[in-house]
């Protein structure tokens, strides 16, 4: 985050950071697989070293699957009654699925956005 970003037009934080893309040239693969961070971008080389998502898009995916989930499951319920085995075949693969690709989003947004912000860890002043 170093060199002289006057070189690269600003980029949308949520637009690249949904499609995977580098938060500052926008045109390079943030992510080498489905979750696993690239050491740079290869078209700017930016060092991803300073990413570091935590456990936030996992808290926000929980949040959010579990309101969806849980909501269509008990309409599905009270309003149909279907046996066991259906809500098991329904909604362990879509929370499954649904959790990796809500995961690699917002994993995505919030590298772009700690880019964008220059958000580091915090410090504590003692002088």
Known sequence: MHEDEA???????????????CPRCGQGKLFD????????CSNCGLDYS???SGDGPVVFVLLILGFIVVG???WMQVNIDPPLWVHVLLWVP????LGLALTRVLKGILITLQYRNKARPGEIDRG
């Not at 934080?13 to 499609?19: C, E």
């Open 94 to 97: 879509l929370t499954v699925v």
């Open 72 to 74: 269509l499951t008990l």
């Open 50 to 52: 300073f990413a570091d």
């Open 7 to 21: 070189l690269y037009p600003p980029v949308e934080p949520f637009g690249a950071g949904a499609r995977g893309c």
């Open 33 to 40: 697989g489905l979750l696993k961070l690239r050491p740079a």
